[in-house]
Every structure is written in structure tokens, then in C-alpha cells.
């Protein structure tokens, strides 16, 4: 089972993608794919894990669902106020609410790591990806950074997780391997 987060977490509603040329604009863009990203912090305040996962959209059901397979019980939610979060509740977690209004992330240093992580991710994926289908990799282009992030403090066991990966993973075709559809 995939570690949960613990203990602090800052979750944020947030987008892939843009709306294309001739399609809608705005949250309704048909290339635009909403996603939970969730950072837990150290006692201390700093970034420790994070996830970055693509829901169904901004609801109490998507986000109840979302709570209670990333969540641990017990943990306090920070959030915007947005209201579907206070479906984490169902998860037996705590939230705390911060209504931001027409306030600035810079006038917000309470959820000075979230915004830092997806900076971050948005200058990773603009300078990597300039175009590709969000609806069909998403779940694997944020997969890959929340990856990355994770594992920041452990490079020391990278190439001994590397050989597992490339051992438990079968062959594949290279059309399967270049257009990121493989599953190990």
C-alpha cells in the first residue's frame, strides 16, 4: 500500500494544462486536468513528503474519496478554504480552513511550501513538456516530480532502488516505453 501522509499536511486545489485553440477557456477547458496536491510538513515547518494527485474534479465526494486513500487519520488539513475540503473529515483528519480571498501567495506565508512545490512542478513540466495530452499523462508527468521530491533525502539507495525497479518491471516494446504508457 502507497505510504500516506502524516502529521501537518497543506493541500491546494490546482490545474494541468491550458485551453486550446478554439476550445473553452478557464476551469471548463476540456485540456485542463484538476488535481489535489498535498505537502506534509516536519515539526519544525519544513516540506517533508508531498502528492500529487488527479481527481475527478473539486467535490466533497472526489475529495472524501481522495482523504481517505492519501490521508492518515489523525492528520490536520491546511487548505484555502475551499469547501470541498472539509470532506476530510470522512477520513477521521482535522482541517483548518484559511480563507485567502483576492489575497496573493506571497501575502500568505502559512502556505509559503505548497505554493513553493507547485512552482516548482509548473517550471519542471513547462520546461520538459511544452505539449502533451494532460488528460491522458497527467497522473504519470506528477507521479514522476512528487517521485523525485520524495525521495530527495535518500539518494544514497537510488541506484539499489533503480536495479529493483528495472528487475520487477517485464520487457516492453520501445513504442510502449517512449510514449510513457508502461506499468511496472
Known amino acids: 500500500m502507497p505510504k500516506v501522509l502524516e502529521g501537518q499536511i497543506h493541500v491546494d486545489d490546482a490545474y494541468l494544462g491550458g485551453e486550446r485553440s478554439g476550445g473553452k477557456a478557464g476551469r471548463g477547458s476540456e485540456n485542463k486536468v484538476p488535481f489535489v496536491a498535498a505537502v506534509s510538513l516536519t515539526d519544525d515547518g519544513h516540506p517533508l513528503r508531498i502528492k500529487l494527485t488527479p481527481v475527478s474534479g473539486f467535490s466533497l465526494k472526489a475529495i472524501g474519496q481522495w482523504a481517505r486513500f492519501i490521508l492518515a487519520p489523525g492528520c490536520t488539513v491546511f487548505s484555502d478554504g475551499l469547501a470541498c475540503f472539509t470532506a476530510v473529515g470522512e477520513a477521521g483528519c482535522?482541517?483548518?480552513?484559511?480563507?485567502?480571498?483576492?489575497?496573493?501567495?506571497?501575502?500568505?506565508?502559512?502556505?509559503?511550501?505548497?505554493?513553493?512545490?507547485?512552482?516548482?512542478?509548473?517550471?519542471?513540466?513547462?520546461g520538459s513538456y511544452h505539449a502533451f495530452a494532460f488528460r491522458k499523462y497527467a497522473a504519470h508527468y506528477l507521479a514522476a516530480f512528487a517521485y523525485r521530491f520524495n525521495r530527495r533525502f535518500d539518494l544514497s539507495t537510488l541506484h539499489v532502488r533503480l536495479i529493483v525497479a528495472a528487475a520487477n518491471c517485464g520487457p516492453?516494446?520501445?513504442?510502449?516505453?517512449?510514449?510513457?504508457?508502461?506499468?511496472?
Open 94 to 126: 482535522a482541517h483548518q480552513p484559511t480563507v485567502v480571498g483576492a489575497r496573493k501567495p506571497k501575502d500568505l506565508p502559512e502556505f509559503k511550501w505548497i505554493n513553493t512545490v507547485l512552482g516548482n512542478l509548473k517550471t519542471s513540466l513547462s
Open 172 to 184: 516492453h516494446t520501445q513504442r510502449g516505453i517512449l510514449t510513457a504508457e508502461v506499468h511496472c
